[in-house]
């Protein structure tokens, strides 16, 4: 069992939709939640980055975070084409022990 | 704008050749980073390294090498290129201290033929 799953996808949304991205994992020792967005032929860049339970808004972006449940959100509200992207959950333990999950391509139709 | 930055971007290369992967960054960063990336699955640690004449090996088993003799610079080689390891390269880094989410460059696409 993969200690990191990530719904596969993938995601096709019109324009505007209110999306919802999802990961689990098994791995109690995780504190650090990450979500990151990674274009085509880019590397992955932070977009969002918590390390306690509950949800973390930034613009049209809310990260949330449930520890009891083991599993996290990213929510991107009015998404827009620029959106389209492939979307990756991460966590780590305290000693920078990282996992990824297997990410989310997600397209947005104008 | 990346402060990591990755050469060559893109690499087509025979079965048995060696080669390197240049990997910079121009933030002071004590903690770099290597990982595989292939479509549809999770990316893979095969090496790390926590300052100068650090290395060590990832999750991922690798027929790679890798050198940190200056803090900003961490090559990765392989030997002797096979198809296998035909992927995306990705290396990180992070400053020392206490905990900050990796910082990517924009990969190197190995194509071994």
């Known amino acids: 069992q993969k200690e990191v799953e990530q719904d596969p996808g993938p995601l096709s949304v019109p324009e505007g939709a209110i999306v919802s991205l999802n990961c689990t994992y098994s791995?109690?020792?995780?504190?650090?939640f990450m979500w990151y967005r990674q274009y085509s032929r880019k590397g992955p860049e932070l977009l969002m980055y918590t390390y306690s339970s509950g949800n973390k808004e930034d613009g049209r972006f809310t990260a949330q975070v449930d520890k009891s449940s083991k599993y996290i959100s990213l929510f991107i509200r009015d998404s827009q084409p620029s959106d389209s992207a492939t979307y990756l959950c991460?966590?780590?333990?305290?000693?920078?022990?990282?996992?990824f999950g297997a990410g989310t391509r997600l397209t947005v139709k104008p | 704008e990346a402060d990591i930055y990755q050469t060559p971007r893109y690499l087509v290369i025979g079965t048995g050749k060696k080669i390197t992967l240049e990997c910079s960054q121009t933030?002071?960063?004590?903690?770099m980073y290597w990982y595989q990336q292939d479509p549809g699955m999770e990316l893979h640690l095969i090496h790390y390294s926590y300052g100068v004449n650090s290395t060590e090996k990832g999750d991922l088993s690798s027929e790679s090498t890798v050198s940190r003799i200056r803090t900003e610079h961490f090559p990765l080689t392989l030997e002797s290129a096979r198809p296998s390891h035909t992927s995306q390269y990705l290396c990180?880094?992070?400053?020392?201290?206490?905990?900050?989410?990796?910082?990517f460059g924009n990969g190197t696409r190995l194509t071994v033929t």
């Open positions: 990180a880094s992070i400053p020392a201290g206490r905990y900050s989410p990796l910082h």
């Open positions: 933030m002071g960063h004590d903690k």
């Open positions: 791995n109690s020792a995780f504190q650090y």
């Open positions: 991460a966590m780590s333990s305290r000693n920078n022990d990282m996992r």
